[in-house]
């Protein structure tokens, strides 16, 4: 054994100290060797360190004194203060998740001046849930497939097209639903809790983004109601959006023939010819409609899930992201104690949702994840690979020829 000491022996190491007021902190830690059978005596460091902690490595919430490490608690009365937050919030029936708690937290940390050094981790809150009888459960209240054959040659086949763009010039576009005032479906409480009605309210976003992520297209967002309330009576368009509407706010056929038609302007504008990969959903048929500048093409049935650079993990950070944002806004309501229906705290309007959106998508341009998605699919970025490879080979070449000539 080196200079380690479990729980116990911290806690009789100071039961000595407070025993003997006289002995130095050197002098303590060569009697910790001794009693401990430690092969070198702890450091005068170590000894002064633990003689500071000596209230919290005493209490009972420091562990059972059977391991080296303290367990990952922090000060009673944060716990305690933690724990009564809790029971207010669950008398409330507000869905609590992880996120939340660790806000609290922290917040208490800060109100407390506490000293222990702690970031809240996934292993402070198990032991936290643990101690406290606390237990993540679902509220009341599509897996993808395709087969490997099929994912080969449909990757095969999208290389063609795309190893004749640049990577800043291969588009991919698609949709997904967000019901963006639902509550998470579990909840960590301490009794098995009854649900609450699902807000289902939902709206269509259109996702597009190139390739090496340096060009995130503004959101297509697609509502139900023409004029939200929320809106108060100014267009989407004076708001910053681009919004279209129908009966179930999913994309249509004209919807998007306008959109790709709008897009092939702006780049004709620009001057780029770009590459735009879609899946083949029936909303995405073009009809007689000609582009000039954007090439349109389709991903293979049944594939999508495997080549499709949006489902292979941008929508999903997409969607973290604002369930993050909800989160925090969710904690500072309950942080401000504001009157709300039980239930209701996760509420949002449209526009608040449409605004937190188009942030999320900003924030996610240039950054890693975007490029990532596009080069796990192998769809792209193969051809630049190769070209790189074979220009690399030939300098080489060159190189030697120039040097035993």
């Not at 503004?218 to 681009?242: D, I, M, N, T």
């Not at 009966?247 to 249509?252: C, E, I, P, S």
């Not at 229906?341 to 890693?368: C, F, H, R, T």
Request: net charge positive; aromatic share 8%; hydrophobic share 40%.
């Amino acid at each position: 054994m080196g200079a380690w000491m479990r729980i116990h022996q911290k806690r009789d190491l100071i039961q000595k100290a407070y025993e003997c007021p006289a002995m130095t902190q050197h002098e303590l830690g060569a009697w910790a060797k001794v009693a401990f059978k430690l092969k070198r005596a702890p450091a005068q460091t170590t000894i002064s360190d633990i003689l500071r902690k000596a209230p919290a490595i005493l209490s009972e919430a420091y562990g059972d004194g059977k391991c080296r490490k303290p367990l990952e608690v922090t000060s009673l009365a944060l716990e305690e203060k933690l724990w009564a937050w809790i029971q207010a919030v669950e008398a409330q029936n507000v869905c609590l998740s992880r996120e939340l708690i660790k806000m609290k937290a922290q917040d208490l940390q800060k109100e407390l001046c506490d000293a222990w050094e702690l970031n809240f981790s996934d292993g402070w809150l198990s032991g936290f849930q643990r101690r406290h009888a606390l237990r993540y459960r679902k509220r009341h209240g599509e897996a993808a497939s395709a087969d490997t054959a099929a994912v080969y040659l449909g990757r095969q086949q999208l290389q063609d097209p795309t190893d004749q763009y640049a990577p800043h010039d291969v588009f991919n576009m698609d949709e997904t639903g967000l019901c963006y005032a639902m509550a998470p479906a579990r909840s960590i409480c301490t009794r098995s809790a009854r649900g609450v009605k699902k807000t289902k309210t939902r709206i269509t976003i259109a996702l597009t983004a190139n390739a090496d992520g340096s060009d995130a297209l503004p959101p297509l967002f697609l509502g139900r109601a023409k004029q939200p309330y929320c809106f108060k009576k100014r267009s989407a368009s004076q708001l910053g959006f681009e919004y279209k509407t129908n009966q179930k706010a999913w994309m249509t056929g004209q919807v998007f023939r306008e959109w790709l038609l709008n897009l092939d302007r702006d780049m004709r504008a620009a001057g780029r010819t770009i590459l735009l990969l879609v899946d083949n959903a029936s909303s995405h048929s073009i009809g007689e409609i000609v582009c000039t500048n954007v090439r349109l093409e389709f991903l293979p049935p049944n594939t999508t899930a495997f080549l499709q650079p949006m489902d292979a993990g941008i929508i999903a950070d997409f969607k973290r992201a604002y369930r993050r944002k909800q989160l925090r806004w969710v904690y500072e309501k309950i942080k401000r104690a504001e009157q709300i229906k039980k239930g209701d705290v996760y509420k949002v309007d449209q526009l608040q949702a449409m605004k937190w959106s188009k942030e999320i998508w900003q924030e996610l341009q240039g950054k890693a994840t975007i490029e990532n998605c596009f080069r796990h699919t192998g769809i792209v970025f193969n051809g630049v690979d190769e070209r790189s490879k074979k220009e690399t080979t030939v300098i080489t070449v060159i190189s030697l020829t120039s040097k035993f000539a």
